[in-house]
T-cell receptor
Framework: DGGITQSPKYLFRKEGQNVTLSCEQN?????MYWYRQDPGQGLRLIYY???????QKGDIAEGYSVSREKKESFPLTVTSAQKNPTAFYLC???????????FGAGTRLSVL | EDQVTQSPEALRLQEGESSSLNCSYT??????LFWYRQDPGKGPEFLFT???AGEEKEKERLKATLTKKESFLHITAPKPEDSATYLC????????????FGKGTTLSVSS
């Protein structure tokens, strides 16, 4: 089945620790995105990538990093510099700019 | 600043009681408006895309319409399984890449 797979579903981070959230898609989409969702806040853009080996910051990129070494994969690292990482993280992909974005099931990150 | 505003924040309906959700936007040069449905703890599920004023799209009990300033999601004779948060979004103005989302309307339908 084609789709977007995010893992893990739940993740816990200790103080000062970096953690990486996985996002894989087999839809052959060029563009991929990371959003953060907080209660009552809607989705906010962290990073996006339109093509392999290229990515741009979104509205709330501080404390996060990404890589796009393969078309299928767009992992997000939450660094220790992100002081309030507890949130629901959503990965999405689309064929190209402005096209319909399809979302994964999300990763819920909590701080221990 | 480009903005997307949804109202109401929450809506409670009885089964069969029709209503509408609103999404207003201030982006210039609209390049599409997207409606999504999100169930608790899950990723948003795509519903509709509208590109021009006057356009309408339907899916089961849902109908989305678009004007130059806002979009409506009409829900006709809702059922409890329609309970979810409905999100609307528009592409960023400059490059039309990522989406700007509204905060959503949480719909609860009771039987």
């Amino acid at each position: 089945d084609g789709g977007i797979t995010q893992s893990p579903k739940y993740l816990f981070r200790k103080e000062g620790q970096n953690v990486t959230l996985s996002c894989e898609q087999n839809l052959n989409h060029d563009a991929m995105y990371w959003y953060r969702q907080d209660p009552g806040q809607g989705l906010r853009l962290i990073y996006y990538s339109q093509i392999v080996n290229d990515f741009q910051k979104g509205d709330i990129a501080e404390g996060y990093s990404v890589s796009r070494e393969k078309k299928e994969s767009f992992p997000l690292t939450v660094t220790s510099a992100q002081k309030n990482p507890t949130a629901f993280y959503l990965c999405a992909s689309s064929l190209a700019n402005g096209d319909i974005q399809y979302f994964g099931a999300g990763t819920r990150l909590s701080v221990l | 600043e480009d903005q997307v505003t949804q109202s109401p924040e929450a809506l409670r309906l009885q089964e069969g009681e029709s209503s509408s959700l609103n999404c207003s936007y201030t982006v210039s040069g609209l390049r599409g408006l997207f409606w999504y449905r999100q169930d608790p703890g899950k990723g948003p599920e795509f519903l509709f895309t509208l590109y021009s004023a006057g356009e309408e799209k339907e899916k089961e009990r849902l109908k989305a319409t678009l004007t130059k300033k806002e979009s409506f999601l009409h829900i006709t004779a809702p059922k409890p399984e329609d309970s979810a948060t409905y999100l609307c979004a528009v592409p960023l103005n400059q490059a039309g890449t990522a989406l700007i989302f509204g905060k959503g309307t949480t719909l609860s339908v009771s039987s």
